[in-house]
């Protein structure tokens, strides 16, 4: 029994130091609140783990039998180690390619985008006229104001794009700008949250209490949702510096 629990030992330490070195690295770099909740992808991490850190160190549990011949125990552990590292690849790969890169206000809301939500040719494009605000794999999330052009054909074309389940200016580098620039266009859409129709009432009723226990003005025009995979975020800002306030939920 002692060789099977020191196996079962190693494995679960070696297992849990690969999973928190690559999770820390994500959530310290692209996933940190509100990312994880936005993207949806908590209940990948949890799977991944699930795997890796505790099915992973039981089956070693069950097969590490002292008189079982070296060689078929290796053998064995080695199966069980391949699964947990394509686990672990499939689950990483998984989560970069989903990995926030802005969170953008435009039009009348907030939203997240991810590395997957973007327009190929479009970030091809931003990267050739060396944009400040292209995407790089070392990117990071970044608040940017993403409006769409002037133009009007452009426009149309976009938001027709948008209705027809294409790409919308969100996910078009080319027409970001830093954050500073629309905060006019911020603070023309902040509404109070009983004015917000991306909330059912009971969420309403839910996010002015937890308003209220945070301090934040309930009737005041200072709120806009911010979306992403799941159900949307609560922002708050300062009406008078737009200064980002808090972030709430609204389950």
């Known amino acids: 029994m002692p060789f099977r629990f020191r196996a079962f030992r190693i494995h679960l ?6 999973l928190l070195l690559v999770l820390g690295v994500l959530d310290a770099l692209w996933y940190r609140w509100p990312g994880w909740y936005l993207a949806g992808a908590a209940h990948l991490a949890a799977i991944v783990v699930a795997v890796d850190a505790a099915l992973g160190p039981l089956l070693t549990l069950v097969i590490a039998n002292p008189a079982k011949n070296r060689t078929e125990l290796r053998r064995d552990i080695a199966l069980i180690v391949a699964v947990q590292l394509v686990a672990l690849g499939y689950g990483s790969a998984t989560l970069w390619r989903g990995r926030p ?10 939203e997240l985008v991810q590395a997957s ?43 027709q794009s948008a209705v027809s389940g294409g790409y919308d200016v969100t996910a078009m580098p080319t027409y970001f700008q830093p954050w500073d620039r629309g905060r006019q266009a911020l603070a023309a859409q902040l509404k109070t949250v009983t004015a917000l129709r991306f909330f059912s009432p009971a ?13 934040l003005p309930v009737a005041q025009a200072n709120a806009l949702p911010l979306m992403g995979r799941g159900r949307p975020l609560l922002a708050v800002f300062d009406p008078k510096t737009l200064r980002l306030l808090a972030l709430l939920r609204c389950t």
């Open 13 to 18: 330490t070696a297992s849990l130091g690969a």
């Open 101 to 110: 890169l802005y969170y953008a206000f435009s039009v009348n809301m907030l």
């Open 117 to 159: 939500d973007l327009d190929p040719a479009d970030v091809a494009a931003a990267r050739r006229e060396r944009l400040p605000l292209a995407p790089h794999w070392y990117s990071r999330p970044r608040w940017i104001w993403a409006p769409l052009p002037k133009d009007p054909v452009a426009s149309a074309h976009i938001v």
């Open 203 to 215: 969420e309403i009723d839910r996010l002015k209490r937890r308003m209220r226990r945070a301090g």
